[in-house]
Structure formats: structure tokens, C-alpha cells
């Protein structure tokens, strides 16, 4: 069964701290995978996009890895602030079908804390 | 910015009643989807297309309907509401950028509560 499992559920930091958010997946076979970000009442928004032969990718102070032999990746936030409290989604599409069918995890709720 | 519009943003209702959320996206993308998504789990595909004239089911059984007339208009009915349907409903769409990517522009969303 395709998955996408994510960790932790929830985390809160300080402001100003660095976190690593996890994201472990059985989708095969394997197209990309991406990292969302969604505040509270909004839609998500598009952080990166990693295909089959990158193993990092880099948005501001959003770094992403993966790992396609173990099936891994971690979002990695530096310096933390006030405004990235919100939930973070990893997504992996398959190769199975014309539309690239998406597989969602539930997110982790980061909350940062001044 | 936005570039994929969701009406109402909320929308409390009563049983019975027939609803119909709006999306717009201007960014001209063929492909459109509706995905429904309740508090702490992942987002579910109701409703998808590939352009005008053409709707799918998607992995969530859903009773409501979509409908493709224009490009960039993919509205999403309910015949009659019922509590069940309390949820958040997501619109996005998508253009490929290399292959397989299909990457997603979601609108804000519109939070449905059926009393």
C-alpha cells in the first residue's frame, strides 16, 4: 500500500531554533516529492520539489532531502521565526498514471514560540 | 499571490440545502482538482479534470459534482447538504514543469459547516 507517514504529529520550538521535520513513504514507483506548507485556514503552498536524482534542494532558509534508496526525507527549517508556524506537508507522486498520482501526509503542526 | 480564487471562504448552512463552491484559477492550467481535508489528516481528491468537457472521480467517494464548462472556471456542487459534509474543500490546479512534475497552485479554500 502506498504511504506517506509523517513525524513528528507536532512540534514547538523557539523562535530563532533550528528544526528537521521527517517524512518516510512507500509510494512506488517513485516520480518526486514535494514539501507544502499550510497556515491555519489557508491552502498550501509549494516550499520544493525533488525528483529521483536530487538529494538536496534549498528555498531560503528551507532545505529539503531525500533519500530515494531508503525512501526518506526531512525538511530542515533554520533560524525559525514567528511566521513559520503552520503545517507542513510532504507529498510523493507516482510514475502509474498520466495525472502523477499524489500520495498526501498528514503533516507536522510546527508551532514557534517567541 | 494568489492566482486560484475559492468562493465562499466560509459557508455555514442547513441541512437539505443545495450549495456550490466557486474556483477560478488565471493562470490558464488545464488541469484542476478539488481535494477535502479535515483537521490533523491528509488532504483526499474528490474531484479532478483534465480541461473543458472533462471531470473524474478521484479516490474519496464524494456526493457532490463537478462541472468544466471554461478553462478556468471548476465549480463544485452539493445537491443537498448534509452534517457529513462539514469539512474544508481545497481547489487547486496544475501545469507540468518537466516531466511527471505536476505541481500544485492550491486557492485558500472554503470551510464548509452543514448544522
Known amino acids: 500500500k502506498n504511504q506517506v507517514e509523517q513525524s513528528p504529529q507536532s512540534l514547538i520550538i523557539l523562535e530563532g531554533k533550528n528544526c528537521t521535520l521527517q517524512c518516510n513513504y512507500t509510494v512506488s514507483p517513485f516520480s518526486n516529492l514535494r514539501w507544502y506548507k499550510q497556515d491555519t485556514g489557508r491552502g498550501p503552498v509549494s516550499l520544493t520539489i525533488?525528483?529521483?536524482?536530487?538529494n538536496t534542494k534549498s528555498n531560503g532558509r528551507y532545505t529539503a532531502t531525500l533519500d530515494a534508496d531508503t525512501k526518506q526525507s526531512s525538511l530542515h527549517i533554520t533560524a525559525s521565526q514567528l511566521s513559520d508556524s503552520a503545517s507542513y506537508i510532504c507529498v510523493v507522486s507516482d510514475r502509474g498514471s498520466t495525472l502523477g498520482r499524489l500520495y498526501f501526509g498528514r503533516g507536522t503542526q510546527l508551532t514557534v514560540w517567541p | 499571490e494568489a492566482d486560484i480564487y475559492q468562493t465562499p471562504r466560509y459557508l455555514v448552512i442547513g441541512t437539505g440545502k443545495k450549495i456550490t463552491l466557486e474556483c477560478s484559477q488565471t493562470m490558464g492550467h488545464d488541469k484542476m482538482y478539488w481535494y477535502q481535508q479535515d483537521p490533523g489528516m491528509e488532504l483526499h481528491l474528490i474531484h479532478y479534470s483534465y480541461g473543458v468537457n472533462s471531470t473524474e472521480k478521484g479516490d474519496l467517494s464524494s456526493e457532490s459534482t463537478v462541472s468544466r464548462i471554461r478553462t478556468e472556471h471548476f465549480p463544485l456542487t452539493l445537491e443537498s447538504a448534509r452534517p457529513s459534509h462539514t469539512s474544508q474543500y481545497l481547489c487547486?490546479?496544475?501545469?507540468?514543469?518537466?516531466?511527471?512534475?505536476?505541481?500544485?497552485?492550491f486557492g485558500a479554500g472554503s470551510r464548509l459547516t452543514v448544522l
Open positions: 487547486a490546479s496544475s501545469e507540468p514543469r518537466g516531466q511527471g512534475a505536476n505541481v500544485l497552485t
Open positions: 525533488m525528483t529521483f536524482s536530487e
